[in-house]
C-alpha cells in the first residue's frame, strides 16, 4: 500500500486554506487517489466541541488532526488539513506527529487586513466589536511557518494563481 501524505495549510482565518484545500482534494480524486479533507471548523463542530481558543485548546485541536492524519497516511489516504495552526510550536507538534517525510506545510499567506476585508462569517467584525477574546490576528498572535515547504499569498494572487502554484510544487515533488 501506497504511504499517503498530508497537506498541512495554515494561516489566518480568512486567508483561503479551506478552499485551497478543498481545490487540491478535488484534483487528487480526479486523479484517483484517496482523499479526505479535515477542516478545522468542522471538526470544532465533532470531535473537538469540548474544546474553546485557549492556547492549550488549540494545541489540542492540533493534535487530535494530526493523529487522524497520520493514521489516514499510513493507510494510503492523503490529507488536506486546513487549520489555523497559530504558532511554531503547534506547527512543529504536527510535523512530528505526522512524519516529516509525509507532512508538507502550506502557509497561506494574507495579511491580517486582506482577512478582514474577506471576512465571509464576520468573525472579524464581530472580534473588533467585543474588543476581547482569543482570535488569532487580533487578540492572540499568528506566528508564520519558519520554513514552509511552499508560501502561498493569496492577498495578491487570484485563486486560479494559487491553484496552478500549489499543483507545479507537488508535481515537482512527486515527479507527476
Given amino acids: 500500500m501506497q504511504t499517503g501524505h498530508t497537506f498541512w495549510f495554515?494561516?489566518?482565518?480568512?486567508?483561503?486554506?479551506?478552499?485551497?484545500?478543498?481545490s487540491l482534494a478535488e484534483e487528487f480524486l480526479r486523479e484517483g487517489k484517496n482523499v479526505v479533507i479535515l477542516d478545522g471548523d468542522e471538526l470544532r463542530n465533532t470531535i473537538s466541541k469540548d474544546l474553546g481558543f485557549t492556547e492549550e485548546d488549540r494545541t489540542e485541536q492540533n493534535r487530535r488532526a494530526a493523529n487522524i492524519a497520520r493514521i489516514l497516511n499510513e493507510q494510503g489516504i492523503h490529507v488536506m488539513a486546513a487549520l489555523i495552526s497559530p504558532t511554531h510550536e503547534i506547527q512543529t507538534m504536527v510535523q512530528h506527529i505526522i512524519g516529516i517525510n509525509r507532512c508538507f506545510i502550506i502557509h497561506?499567506?494574507?495579511?491580517?487586513?486582506?482577512?478582514?476585508?474577506?471576512d465571509v462569517k464576520q468573525l472579524y467584525a464581530k472580534s473588533i466589536k467585543q474588543n476581547e477574546g482569543n482570535f488569532t490576528g487580533i487578540h492572540?498572535?499568528?506566528?508564520e511557518p519558519i520554513n514552509p515547504w511552499l508560501k502561498i499569498n493569496t492577498e495578491?494572487?487570484?485563486?486560479?494563481?494559487c491553484k496552478v502554484e500549489?499543483?507545479?510544487a507537488i508535481r515537482a515533488t512527486f515527479n507527476q
Fill in 108 to 118: 497561506v499567506d494574507c495579511s491580517i487586513e486582506g482577512c478582514k476585508q474577506r
Fill in 166 to 168: 500549489l499543483l507545479q
Fill in 156 to 161: 495578491f494572487l487570484s485563486f486560479e494563481q
Fill in 10 to 22: 495554515t494561516g489566518l482565518s480568512g486567508a483561503g486554506k479551506t478552499t485551497l484545500s478543498k
Fill in 140 to 143: 492572540q498572535p499568528y506566528e
